[in-house]
């Protein structure tokens, strides 16, 4: 692998294979663990806070119930959003947006997907402002699985970078004329999508092909012979050791 170029190491939710997802340990143990970026979910608040969560509803990676949009930030920082994974991530806490570019400043740089149910607006205003705000924006990848939402955060910001998510069902001819539309820098695609013809398709339009979601060593490998340029994974170290020929 030392003659191919490097790929991005993106740990996915933080390193959600070893932490609670998207808490405060899980950046934490990514950025100890050599990740380049860190992908993370935000959401709003009934009181319009951003907060890190990826479900619609708490019960998954939290003590709470109901939805994120019907509970206040105060709520939410009540919970305990780390005993689900462990009992000794007890009392982690449910982070904001502007808490999570604290912990990752000076270290990595950030892949923000923007989730939630609200319709597109208020929460793409949201986003750029406080990234801009807390001067991470230079360092800040914008995602969504919604087209309408990245094309507002275009309209929002000429120099935002965008990556275009595409799962399993995502036609690659979709994906690369969504990319075009916004002027993105990336595709992001579901593993299953990736092949090197593909990928290369990808290259002479100007963008990058960073996969998801991928956690064996094997198919890294494969991934990289393919000429993809970075990985999401749940395990960033796993990167490490394979770009070391060392398998986990």
Known sequence: ????????????????GHCPENTRVAFLRAIESGA???????????????????????????????????????????????SWFASRFAGEEVLTLE???????????????????????????QCVGVVRSLRFFERTVFSS??????????DLADDARIGVLMDADTRWSDGLALAAQLGAEALHPERSLVRAETVAEAHRRGLQVRVW?????EEVESLAAAGVDGIFTDFPERLLRVSAGKHP
């Open 99 to 125: 808490q999570a570019i604290e912990i990752l400043r000076g270290h990595v740089e950030l892949n923000l997907e923007i989730k939630g149910e609200d319709a597109p607006g208020r929460i793409e205003i």
């Open 1 to 16: 692998m030392s003659a191919r170029r490097r790929l991005l190491r993106i740990a996915h939710r933080g390193a959600s």
């Open 36 to 82: 380049d970026m860190v992908e993370l979910d935000c959401q709003r608040t009934r009181d319009g806070a951003l907060v890190i969560l990826h479900d619609e509803t708490l019960e998954r990676t939290t003590n709470g119930r109901g939805r994120v949009r019907d509970r206040t930030l105060k709520e939410l920082k009540a919970l305990d959003a780390g």
């Open 213 to 217: 979601t991928v956690n064996r060593a």
């Open 145 to 154: 699985f919604s087209a309408a939402r990245m094309r507002l955060v275009r």
